[in-house]
């Protein structure tokens, strides 16, 4: 008996001993096709072929083609485990011709592989046809299929179409009779939807191309496309009616029975199935690169697994099972599909995390659905807004609670679901424009509600292809751009990067798959819509771009290349500050642009030339051991526990890619003595240390109160500057006739002369204002018994006051002093009043009345030293008069 992985070998052999070329399976994520979120067919990847895009060196193909269907129109989700044949992964056979072999050739192939390599009864097989396809009738006949075993069927079942317009053809459909012990009848039957005859193949004839008006015309290039499901030739060949009666299925069932100690074929058996099915449209998946996670793809993904990971609890699993199944999956597909081996480590930790997580929570919600159900008439269904609760506050999507109540013979009043939903995101709405947020930002909630979250591909690729959901520009949606304006275009995938967590946003181009001369110059890429929506930024330099549009999206990778350059030095910079001058020192923000990288940290003092040539080495020291770049998602509580450094006042979700760079020379600073830095990081990064290149400090300044700034350059930039350096260090010598030795003690007291020499004019400035002398003019008198010094200065700067305003007072012994320097146009101000009098006349009121006049705003200090500035010194008479109505109270 043939395991399934023989007849995956003999279907794939026969079709290159018959000039096919063998084309591996492409991944779950479709490149070519936006409009799917899965792939879900064989013939998805050869879709440009098919249509003429693209052309390869072959004109047939044949694959085993990995699929989902678990999202969107596609759902075989709540089927899956109750029935013989429904999976939300399956491998898809096919064979392919792209304008080779037609009708003629495709139905002997199929006819002689099923009959000949596989050995199946020739008896038990029909076909159908459509109706008018009477070439495919004639060739069935020449095969040797009698004629009252080939039906003639005028319905869609026999008629394929990539979709409204577009190429499309007749079907032909092998089927196999399992005998009449099992109800139901042929194809195009009343009883055609029994079990007794099962379709195990399907030939799409693609001849020809409809047009909008509903007319056809036979297209240039005739093509075939076929599938069928290895799971159910499978069962077939292995003498069962049952996909799940399988040796692979076997095994996993087995697997599954052997780490819960639950019977595999008893009454829990439906459990072993869907935990079975379920492992390996999850472990695919995560092997393809989708994580869990509450959006898109990354949200089917995780109501697989919590779907799965409740029929294990069903089981009485105590503990997480489904990364212990993974070993044995590999083990059954790792040889077909390699990439399940290389990813097994992954899988197995982000299973073993979302289980863990969700067993967490399942058995509190699983109480509030019992204290519902407990106060509901007998099969009454579970009100929406219980529902709603399940879903929001422990994380059960709606056919989980479903699936639950199924058990139960109860439904879910899913009306009542909607309105708390559409309620939720009411709010999110309100909350938004709450924060201070631009008011058309709420047309970004708009877009998500109709077209969903945007899939960011960039981890992995720098192009792809898109369809364009949505249009905006001035705050409104609209349905297209035209040549020379500008606005924001949302994708449903997209590789550009969105500004966040420092790493600015991609730039590059969009163009229009349908006329490539039609481009988007991409200025910008954001995230909206709390980080849901990436939108890119563009100008439409020629041409148009539509809503519904099918289009090329492209990163600047040069430009790229450099961020990621910098953002992962980034990470090298902070632990090597960290070791330099301790733990304490946390990021407080950062900037990862192309021409350079910024980051804030934690840290009282300015750092020394010897801290940061130390720093600087350290850097560079782990850059030169290229060592490897990885990352892992786990939750941030998890991460943290690792000792992952966080962003600072960063907002994370439930799972966070954390970013670890390691040390090839055994001298890590981790407790494995092998990882450097580890930090959580949802941006790009360089696949190796040494992809950074250089790295040359430019210096360290103050940010804020307790937060230095460092600004450095990597790669190009750094090699450039190191240059320029260079170059005025040679030209320094030749200036100061010092040899390169001298230069620094030379150039210290070159600055210390020069600071004394600007102090010096800085205390004759203060001696010639305090004397009158200059353009200075004094104003002394008494309001309200307060002695008030005005003084409008010219020739002084701001910095110069508060030192005139203290000499002022201790002049006065008690009084108030106001002084303005017209600084080229613009006004500094400051006040001062004498301690005796600070609990009557405040130089805060003072500043801030004498500033309006100037034309600024605000102003402060304390109440006996304060200060200010205006754009406008021409009205300084002006702000004296108000800042003496302020002491005439």
Not at 79 to 101: C, I, K, W
Not at 719 to 743: G, I
Request: hydrophobic content about 40%.
């Amino acid at each position: 008996m043939p395991s399934l992985n023989d007849i995956r070998s003999t279907f794939l052999n026969y079709f290159a001993k018959n000039g096919h070329e063998v084309v591996d399976s492409s991944p779950l994520v479709p490149r070519n096709d936006p409009t799917l979120m899965f792939v879900n067919s064989g013939m998805v990847q050869f879709k440009n072929l098919f249509t003429g895009v693209e052309h390869r060196d072959y004109q047939r193909a044949t694959t085993s083609q990995k699929c989902v269907r678990a999202g969107g129109k596609h759902n075989d989700l709540d089927n899956v485990g109750y029935t013989a044949r429904h999976h939300t992964f399956f491998e898809m056979l096919g064979n392919f011709s792209f304008g080779d072999y037609f009708k003629d050739e495709a139905i002997p192939f199929a006819w002689d592989l099923i009959t000949k390599e596989f050995g199946i009864d020739k008896s038990r097989l029909l076909a159908t046809v459509y109706h008018t396809d009477d070439e495919a009738f004639e060739i069935w006949k020449k095969v040797g299929v009698p004629e009252d075993r080939i039906i003639r069927i005028g319905t869609s079942d026999n008629f394929w179409q990539m979709g409204p317009t577009g190429p499309c053809g007749p079907c032909t459909e092998i089927f196999y009779d399992h005998g009449d012990h099992i109800w139901g009848g042929p194809p195009g039957s009343p009883e055609e939807d029994g079990d007794r005859f099962i379709e195990i193949w399907n030939i799409v004839f693609m001849q020809n191309e409809q047009f909008e008006d509903g007319s056809m015309k036979a297209l240039d290039m005739q093509s075939i496309d076929t599938g069928m499901g290895l799971e159910r030739i499978g069962a077939l060949l292995q003498g069962s009616h049952d996909n799940y009666d399988t040796d692979l299925f076997k095994a996993l069932i087995e697997a599954s029975a052997d780490v819960t100690n639950v019977d595999p074929y008893g009454d829990k058996n439906v459990h072993h199935r869907v935990i079975a099915d379920h492992l390996r449209s999850t472990s695919f998946l995560i092997a393809d690169g989708v994580m869990p996670s509450n959006d898109g793809r990354g949200y089917v993904l995780r109501r697989i697994m919590r779907r799965a990971m409740r029929h294990a609890h069903l089981l009485g699993a105590k503990d997480p099972v489904m990364y212990r199944l993974v070993p044995q999956l590999v083990q059954q597909m790792g040889a077909a599909y390699p990439e399940l081996g290389r990813a097994q480590s992954l899988i197995e930790e982000t299973l073993q995390l979302e289980e863990t997580r969700f067993k967490q929570t399942l058995d509190r919600g699983l109480k509030l659905l019992d204290d519902e159900l407990d106060g509901l008439a007998d099969g009454a269904p579970l009100p929406g807004g219980a529902a709603f609760k399940l879903y929001d506050t422990y994380g059960f999507p709606l056919d989980l609670t479903q699936d639950a109540l199924r058990e139960k013979g109860r439904e879910v009043d899913t009306e009542g679901f909607d309105t708390a939903m559409d309620e939720q995101k009411a709010k999110a709405r309100a909350a938004w424009s709450g924060s201070g947020e631009a008011a058309d930002n709420a047309v970004w909630f708009d877009v998500l509600d109709a077209d969903g979250a945007t899939d960011f591909l960039g981890y992995d690729t720098e192009k792809a292809e898109g369809q364009v959901v949505a249009l905006i520009a001035d705050g409104q949606q609209v349905d297209a751009l035209t040549e020379g304006t500008s606005g924001w275009v949302v994708v449903n995938q997209s590789p550009f990067y969105g500004e966040s967590g420092g790493q600015i946003g991609d730039t590059g181009v969009i163009r229009r798959l349908e006329n490539r001369d039609d481009v988007a110059l991409v200025e910008d890429t954001r995230k909206f819509a709390d980080g849901k929506i990436y939108a890119h930024k563009v100008l439409i330099e020629r041409g148009t771009l539509a809503k519904g549009e099918p289009v090329e999206l492209e990163v600047d990778h040069s430009r790229r290349t450099a961020i990621r350059a910098n953002h992962s030095a980034t990470h090298l910079l902070h632990e090597a500050l960290r070791q330099a001058l301790g733990d304490h020192v946390a990021q407080r923000g950062s900037l990862n642009a192309a021409d350079r990288l910024r980051f804030d940290f934690s840290h009282a003092k300015a750092l020394t030339a010897e801290e940061l040539a130390s720093v600087e080495a350290e850097v560079n020291d782990y850059i030169r051991q290229n060592a490897p770049v990885d990352t892992r998602i786990m939750t941030p509580d998890d991460a943290r526990e690792l000792g992952a450094q966080a962003l600072f006042g960063e907002k994370y979700g439930d799972e966070v890619r954390v970013v670890s760079m390691c040390t090839q020379s055994g001298s890590g600073k981790g407790s494995d003595g092998v990882t450097y830095s580890l930090e959580l990081c949802g941006g790009t990064h360089v696949k190796r240390t040494g992809d950074i290149g250089e790295f040359v400090l430019l210096g360290d300044s103050a940010s804020s109160a307790g937060v230095r700034r460092i600004e450095a350059l990597t790669g190009v930039g750094a090699n450039e500057y190191v240059s320029k350096m260079r170059n005025v260090l040679n030209a320094l010598q030749l200036e100061l006739k010092a040899a390169p030795e001298e230069l620094v003690d030379r150039i210290k007291s070159d600055q210390t002369k020069l600071r004394e020499l600007n102090n010096e004019v800085a205390q004759l400035r203060r001696d010639l204002a305090m004397a009158g002398g200059g353009s200075a003019t004094v104003d002394v008198h008494e309001i309200n018994g307060v002695q008030l010094v005005a003084q409008v200065l010219s020739g002084v700067t701001g910095k110069d006051l508060p030192a005139l305003i203290d000499e002022h007072k201790a002049r006065l012994g008690s009084g108030a002093v106001l002084l303005i320097a017209d600084t080229g146009g613009k006004a500094a101000v400051a006040a001062g009043v004498t301690a005796d009098l600070t609990n009557k006349v405040s130089a805060v009121d003072l500043v801030k009345a004498a500033v309006v006049e100037l034309g600024g705003k605000g102003g402060g200090g304390r109440p006996d030293m304060a200060q200010g500035g205006g754009k406008d010194a021409a009205n300084a008479e002006a702000a004296i008069k108000a800042a003496e109505a302020v002491l005439e109270g």
